[in-house]
């Protein structure tokens, strides 16, 4: 669960060109908006995964 909120934050930030800290923000309020009670990740949990995450979005 934690994975795919990581991976729709990365996809959110290439999709619209935000900052990492804009896409974290897009998604806890996604989250809030649609009360799924998921928890939020950290700043620095999706920082980390970044480095290592490949995001591929098709044209």
Do not use: D, E, H
Request: include cysteine; hydrophobic fraction near 55%.
């Amino acid at each position: 669960m934690t994975f795919a909120v990581i991976q729709t934050a990365l996809t959110l930030k290439v999709l619209f060109k935000l900052s990492l800290r804009q896409a974290r923000g897009l998604v806890c309020s996604l989250l809030k908006l649609l009360g799924l009670g998921w928890p939020s990740p950290y700043f620095s949990t999706v920082s980390r995964w970044q480095a290592t995450l490949a995001v591929n979005i098709p044209v």
